[in-house]
């Protein structure tokens, strides 16, 4: 992929007493190189479509299946929508182009965060994953971030080699990579490494590494993840999820195997009675009885397919995809490879998360901890992604200046 070149549009000349009297931000509408004439309105009306489609699903989910209904969820995910809209625009007024001379501080200070939460009496410990710190009521899980700080951190070094990779270079690439995602293995957290690994190889190809190269390291990739589940490093519970899914068929065999299953059986119950049009909102069963677990977070799909059924996937999936071709069109349009880096990570980082949220909730993908991109309770997730939606408007705005 090739960012394609734009030449920046001369605006008209101005007059004397324009030059003296005009208000930078007043008179934008007759600059046509102005970054405010070139917002992405389809991308911000599809991020605030899907994100409030989610808010409404994670209601369902947690409202009760009797009044009085709880609002406290819900009441959190709007907070979150209001800080997430702040933070986006803050994120597309400010010149994506600054980060390239500050990329190493974000970088380093998400790589700090990882290690600060493995510090015991530090980082909290959730279903035996040292992956959170505790902020009064609220908790941050670092490791979110520090996918957007990879991608920021590799989109600035290898802007830096214009396209000239050679072997001590690809190194430097992939040691950068690699360090986040092994800190976030210590924690452990294998859902979160996955989505990194994809990005990572996506990131790689796109800024020029040959194809050979890439074969190489994704067998390498391959020998390090049987290694990983044989070596006791991932939790009981972790390996189970991963295997259950290869072997739906087969009998279960051990007490975790069964409650592994029993999530794998639930999530394809309800998404299977939705049908075509489903059951209503708020009259799914399988979601007001609580039958599947983590619905509010990883499984959040499932009550899109119980009440809404084949439509509202459908729906959901189109909004996802609009977001995505915006965020693909937006890197193609970039003027320099530093914004179309950064906005290639993004793109792949959303379908990613995306294709194994939903794939694990029918059975084709292993069940792991990976948000639905704006639609899954969890502040982290939502404010890590409007910071990204951000930058990617940023990058389209400034494709003339």
């Given at each position: 992929?090739?960012?394609?070149?734009?030449?920046?549009?001369?605006?008209?000349?101005?007059?004397?007493?324009?030059?003296?009297?005009?208000?930078?931000?007043?008179?934008?509408?007759?600059?046509?190189?102005?970054?405010?004439?070139?917002?992405?309105?389809?991308?911000?009306?599809?991020?605030?479509?899907?994100?409030?489609?989610?808010?409404?699903?994670?209601?369902?989910?947690?409202?009760?299946?009797?009044?009085p209904y709880e609002t406290g969820f819900v009441k959190r995910v709007v907070m979150f929508m209001i800080i997430g809209a702040l933070l986006m625009a803050a994120a597309a007024v400010f010149d994506y182009r600054r980060l390239r001379d500050y990329w190493p501080f974000i970088y380093g200070g998400s790589v700090t965060l990882l290690l600060l939460v493995l510090i015991p009496g530090v980082g909290e410990s959730r279903s035996g994953t040292q992956g959170w710190f505790q902020l009064g009521p609220f908790q941050l899980q670092p490791s979110e971030l520090a996918k957007l700080g990879m991608i920021i951190g590799f989109a600035g070094l290898a802007s830096q080699f214009r396209g000239d990779l050679d072997t001590p270079r690809v190194l430097m690439l992939l040691g950068l990579c690699g360090l986040p995602m092994g800190l976030v293995m210590l924690q452990p957290d294998l859902g979160t490494t996955l989505v990194s690994v994809a990005v990572s190889f996506a990131l790689l190809l796109v800024a020029g590494v040959r194809p050979?190269?890439?074969?190489?390291?994704?067998?390498?990739?391959?020998?390090?993840?049987?290694?990983?589940?044989?070596?006791?490093?991932?939790?009981?519970?972790?390996?189970?999820?991963?295997?259950?899914?290869?072997?739906?068929?087969?009998?279960?065999?051990?007490?975790?195997?069964?409650?592994?299953?029993?999530?794998?059986?639930?999530?394809?119950?309800?998404?299977?009675?939705?049908?075509?049009?489903?059951?209503?909102?708020?009259?799914?069963?399988?979601?007001?009885?609580?039958?599947?677990?983590?619905?509010?977070?990883?499984?959040?799909?499932?009550?899109?397919?119980?009440?809404?059924?084949?439509?509202?996937?459908?729906?959901?999936?189109?909004?996802?995809?609009?977001?995505?071709?915006?965020?693909?069109?937006?890197?193609?349009?970039?003027?320099?490879?530093?914004?179309?880096?950064?906005?290639?990570g993004v793109m792949v980082m959303i379908v990613i998360q995306s294709f194994e949220n939903i794939g694990m909730t029918i059975g084709i993908m292993p069940i792991t901890g990976i948000p639905l991109p704006f639609m899954s309770y969890g502040g982290s997730a939502l404010l890590t992604m409007c910071i990204s939606i951000g930058l990617v408007l940023s990058v389209h705005m400034r494709r003339f200046s």
């Open positions: 992929m090739t960012a394609t070149r734009y030449r920046p549009r001369t605006p008209p000349p101005r007059s004397p007493r324009s030059s003296t009297t005009r208000l930078p931000m007043a008179n934008f509408r007759s600059n046509p190189g102005s970054p405010l004439r070139h917002v992405d309105w389809v991308l911000v009306v599809a991020v605030a479509l899907v994100t409030c489609f989610g808010a409404l699903m994670v209601y369902s989910v947690t409202r009760g299946p009797v009044p050979r190269v890439l074969g190489v390291l994704a067998l390498g990739a391959v020998v390090v993840t049987t290694l990983v589940l044989t070596s006791g490093v991932l939790k009981e519970y972790q390996v189970a999820r991963l295997t259950t899914y290869v072997r739906q068929d087969q009998e279960v065999t051990s007490e975790r195997d069964e409650e592994t299953r029993y999530n794998l059986d639930q999530a394809k119950l309800a998404i299977g009675s939705g049908g075509l049009t489903g059951k209503g909102l708020f009259q799914g069963t399988q979601t007001n009885n609580s039958f599947v677990p983590e619905q509010r977070t990883d499984f959040i799909f499932t009550a899109v397919g119980e009440q809404l059924g084949f439509v509202g996937c459908a729906a959901l999936l189109t909004g996802l995809g609009v977001i995505v071709w915006r965020v693909w069109r937006t890197a193609q349009l970039a003027r320099d490879d530093f914004g179309m880096l950064l906005c290639t």
